[in-house]
């Protein structure tokens, strides 16, 4: 009974922090209108003790390793994948992210099916945005600003730059502090922001199955296949 029980504490505080999450997350945008009006109503403006230096200086980082492993044009899509992953689980909160595509389905995987949700959902993210990166060259990011979220979250707003001429595409990150560092939440291209839209089609694949989780593992596996075939070149697009 207790080794049961010792088997089943990782998957409950799993959920715990997740359900936390999901419940800050939801709180936080119904009290942000009121809290608006209230600070124009009495004309105060806060700021943030911190400057948003560090979360500028973390998207800055992030995206010179990134643009470092597209620019070895010697290694193979393997290669780039294997680096790609290791740039992902250093700078992105992934549990957070996958809970958060979950929505009210937190509670409906089992262990096993949560195990192999997370391992689908990162290896769907890398090679996605592997496919879509390699067709970057010359291109350049530019943060323009960064702005504090109380004491743990921070929006840092930049945009890509293309040497054809192209129209520079905005780009918005989502950060939150783990432990004291920076992890990226979510990414906002052009106005979507990617975790928010995928929750919309993990909940809508489960609720059109009946609840059925595995019907959202295979979704999954069939969108890997896509994206390694270079069907996919969009996250938003994988639906």
């Given at each position: ?182 992890k990226i939440f979510d990414v906002n291209v052009v106005g979507v922001w990617l ?14 199955n009946g609840g059925d989780f595995n019907a959202l593992l295979s979704h999954l ?13 969009d996250i938003s697009a994988a639906n």
């Amino acid at each position: 009974m207790a080794a049961g029980r010792a088997s089943e504490a990782p998957h409950r505080i799993w959920r715990i922090k997740m359900i936390t999450t999901l419940t800050t997350h939801r709180s936080r945008w119904f009290l942000a209108p009121l809290a608006l009006c209230m600070a124009l109503m009495t004309g105060i403006a806060q700021t943030s003790a911190s400057t948003g230096d560090d979360a500028r200086s973390f998207v800055d980082d992030v995206s010179e390793r990134a643009i470092s492993i597209i620019s070895e044009k010697s290694a193979s899509k393997a290669e780039m994948e294997a680096e790609f992953a290791r740039l992902l689980d250093e700078t992105a909160d992934m549990d957070r992210i996958a809970a958060f595509a979950l929505g009210q389905y937190l509670r409906t995987p089992t262990p096993e099916q949560k195990s192999e949700y997370l391992k689908l959902v990162r290896e769907f993210i890398v090679k996605v945005y592997v496919t879509r990166l390699a067709d970057y060259n010359d291109e350049k990011l530019d943060i323009l600003s960064a702005k504090m979220k109380g004491d743990k979250q921070a929006i840092v707003r930049s945009e890509i730059k293309f040497t054809n001429g192209r129209e520079p595409v905005s780009v918005d990150w989502w950060l939150v502090k783990d432990g004291g560092d920076y992890k990226i939440f979510d990414v906002n291209v052009v106005g979507v922001w990617l975790a928010q839209e995928q929750r919309s089609t993990f909940t809508s694949v489960i609720r059109n199955n009946g609840g059925d989780f595995n019907a959202l593992l295979s979704h999954l596996r069939k969108q890997i296949g896509k994206a390694e075939a270079g069907e996919i070149s969009d996250i938003s697009a994988a639906n």
